[in-house]
């Protein structure tokens, strides 16, 4: 499948509900015909980057999604429906309001990605923040479903994964769009940011606790990938505009969904142009 | 402004005529900064004076206050007295609000319950400081964040204390600071360590890091959902600062070891000095080293041109683009 051409390397970022917009850029891949040589990603994008490398095309991930969670009632009704060991196994007593990613991934993944890095068609590396440690952790070997888990447990809301004695949070932490780690491994690299467009709408309101809280970690991610860009940069780096949805507005997914045409368009007319013209 | 007379050996031997100019960052770390006290100390204790000084957060707080004129040793007076006296009361509004952050988190749509960074700042900063950055001994920036605009916002004029103001309001914590139409918040979420700011305006850059790192909660692996949520800030700064150091390097970095207090511990003063009394022997002796080696290298180039009195008035906003095409590899 993989045509002899430059070696692509995929980077999809975190960014919670907003990072629904990967699959698009992954429907824009399967759409020119090319296969990444190897995918990197973090958090959201970590948890698309591995259905994708476990053989998900971009269409059936938009299918899988909105299946899930296109109907807040279905959604619902289907979570309800797979938790066996009632809410206990979901939230932890010792810390309330905190919740188990490997359950909740072990429920809501399909077949397909219960299984392990080994086992995927295309390379592919979760990236998880060390929490003592303040440090990157890669993760390429072993059970997905932990890997995953600890790539996307955003502190306070999903408790840590401990993986080979290591306290792992959310990969968004040190490394939000890690297209730097492939680098190595592609002859070309895409990075997609979903952290959504620098600029808000502008204004002097001052928006409610909660909102000012994600808005200023929206902001701590865009510093980390800013200065990152100073010194190493990707090919072809794509931010679709998905700034307007919250962390957790996973069921506008319709909406986030239309906001990344534009950027699905805009990668495809890059990337063609790129394997077209050869260096 | 006149230097001290307690010279070091050091300095009479290799600093004849001209000294090389010092740039003082002082980063961001709510109380953990208070270890900065120590490292202006180092500067007193050693006749040095920054020519120009950038702050984030409690570091703009620090260096506004010392770019004011007052010698470490009253800052520190001042702020021990104040956190052991007049603080009793916003010490309460604080430790009030320090663990029950979550439940800020989980009684979502509360927005009146913020600290105004400008009255706390009336009740915390010395009578003497400067009202505006025009009456500043040592030119000062200071880093805030543009809420909606999402970048950093160097502010080196005007009135200061706003400007402090907005370089401290740390989300959750205080309400943001609105300047000209501009909602802004804690200028550690763009630049927790500002030392790119003075590159090119000092000779020397030292930078006090003072972001700390999460340390292991007695036996328990998992850090509780508050330990989690506070250090998750610091880890997100600190890999900021991470990927900043890859592009450039001040000459003087101290990491000030502060990692067992957390944003709020400003009752916590006294145990924050202690633990930071190593980083200033650390930042003495790079000090004294950095400073012998420049001189001897740059000694030629200092002789002929005169320093100058004045350093360049600075702009309002960083040019931020043109330091990143410059840092950018094709």
């Not at chain 1, 970022?13 to 759409?31: I, N, P, T």
């Not at chain 2, 009146?112 to 706390?120: Q, R, T, V």
């Not at chain 2, 709020?264 to 012998?292: G, S, Y």
């Not at chain 2, 004045?310 to 330091?323: A, C, G, S, V």
Request: charged letters at 20%; a positive charge; hydrophobic letters at 45%.
């Amino acid at each position: 499948m993989t045509a002899p051409g430059p070696r692509i390397g995929l980077a999809l970022g975190g960014g919670s509900a907003r990072g629904l917009a990967h699959v698009l850029m992954l429907e824009a891949f399967d759409e020119l015909g090319v296969k990444p040589a190897i995918i990197a990603g973090t958090s959201m994008g970590a948890i698309c980057g591995a259905a994708y490398a476990a053989g998900l095309s971009g269409a059936e991930m938009r299918a899988e999604f909105l299946a899930l969670l296109g109907r807040r009632r279905h959604f619902v009704r289907r979570f309800a429906g797979k938790l066996r060991g009632g809410f206990s196994a979901l939230w932890s007593v010792r810390a309330p309001a905190v919740v188990d990613n490997v359950t909740l991934f072990e429920m809501l993944l399909p077949e397909a990605m219960r299984r392990d890095f080994a086992s995927l068609k295309i390379p592919f590396v979760a990236i998880a923040a060390d929490f003592y440690a303040i440090e990157q952790v890669v993760l390429d070997k072993g059970p997905l479903i932990p890997a995953l888990a600890a790539s996307s447990s955003l502190p306070s809301l999903a408790r840590p994964v401990v993986i080979d004695g290591r306290v792992l949070i959310d990969g968004g932490f040190v490394n939000p769009v890690p297209y730097d780690v492939i680098m190595d491994r592609a002859d070309l690299t895409v990075a997609v940011d979903v952290t959504g467009d620098t600029k808000r709408r502008p204004g002097t309101k001052i928006p409610r606790t909660l909102d000012l809280l994600t808005g200023a970690t929206q902001i701590l991610f865009h510093s980390i990938t800013r200065e990152k860009l100073k010194s190493v940069a990707p090919d072809i780096f794509i931010r679709p505009e998905v700034g307007g949805f919250g962390a957790l507005d996973y069921f506008r997914i319709a909406e986030i969904f239309e906001a990344a045409e534009p950027a699905k368009a805009l990668l495809k007319h890059k990337l063609s142009q790129r394997l077209e013209k050869p260096g | 402004m006149k230097p001290t007379g307690k010279a070091l050996q050091v300095r009479k031997q290799t600093l004849p005529v001209g000294r090389p100019s010092i740039g003082l960052a002082l980063g961001g770390g709510g109380a953990r900064g208070l270890a900065h006290i120590l490292m202006l100390e180092v500067f007193d204790e050693l006749g040095l004076r920054p020519t120009v000084i950038a702050g984030t957060s409690i570091g703009a707080v620090f260096g506004a206050a010392y770019a004011s004129g007052l010698s470490a040793r009253l800052i520190r007076a001042h702020t021990e007295e104040v956190l052991s006296q007049r603080f009793d009361t916003i010490r309460q509004l604080l430790s009030a609000r320090s663990e029950p952050v979550l439940k800020i988190l989980n009684i979502l749509p509360i927005r009146s319950a913020l600290l105004k960074p400008e009255l706390l700042l009336e009740y915390l900063l010395p009578s003497r400081m400067a009202r505006d950055f025009a009456d500043l001994q040592i030119p000062l920036k200071v880093v805030a964040t543009d809420y909606y605009g999402q970048e950093q916002v160097v502010f080196s004029e005007g009135p200061l204390r706003s400007a402090i103001a907005a370089s401290m309001a740390l989300p959750a914590l205080f309400s943001p600071v609105t300047i000209g139409g501009r909602m802004f918040m804690d200028g550690g979420l763009v630049n927790p360590l500002p030392f790119d700011l003075i590159k090119g305006e000092a000779d020397i850059t030292v930078a006090v890091d003072v972001s700390g790192a999460p340390i292991m909660a007695g036996k328990r692996a998992h850090p509780s959902a508050f330990a989690s949520l506070m250090s998750s800030v610091q880890i997100l700064q600190r890999s900021i600062v991470r990927e900043k150091l890859k592009v450039q390097q001040p000459d003087v970095y101290v990491d000030v070891e502060v990692d067992e207090f957390y944003v709020l511990d400003f009752h916590r003063f006294k145990q924050i000095l202690a633990t930071a009394a190593p980083a200033k022997e650390q930042l003495r002796r790079q000090l004294v080293r950095v400073l012998a080696s420049q001189t001897a290298e740059t000694l030629p180039a200092i002789v002929a041109p005169e320093p100058p009195a004045h350093p360049p008035p600075h702009k309002r906003r960083l040019p931020r683009l043109k330091r990143l095409s410059r840092g950018h590899k094709a």
